[in-house]
């Protein structure tokens, strides 16, 4: 799947044109404490060996963070 992913990203979505996306995925800290960890510990990856969250991000048209007691809730809308 992460392969498909990265070959969708790096052709700009080009086979889900007209695609629109809006998700609200809220988060509990510890998931947060989990992930930030996770990335912390991890070794530097070269660009080739992952997705490029950059061209990725291109796609993102509106995020906001809502912080609430015990959860972080993400809104985000993507368009290609």
Do not use: Y
Request: net charge negative; hydrophobic share 50%.
């Amino acid at each position: 799947m992460n392969d498909w992913l990265r070959v969708q990203i790096e052709n700009g979505f080009s086979d889900l044109k007209g695609l629109q996306l809006r998700a609200t995925i809220p988060l509990k800290d510890q998931v947060i404490n989990d992930a930030i960890a996770q990335f912390l510990q991890r070794p530097a990856m070269p660009p080739s060996a992952g997705l490029d969250l950059g061209t990725f991000l291109a796609f993102v048209k509106q995020a906001h963070v809502r912080s609430t007691e015990g959860a972080v809730t993400i809104e985000v809308a993507i368009s290609v």
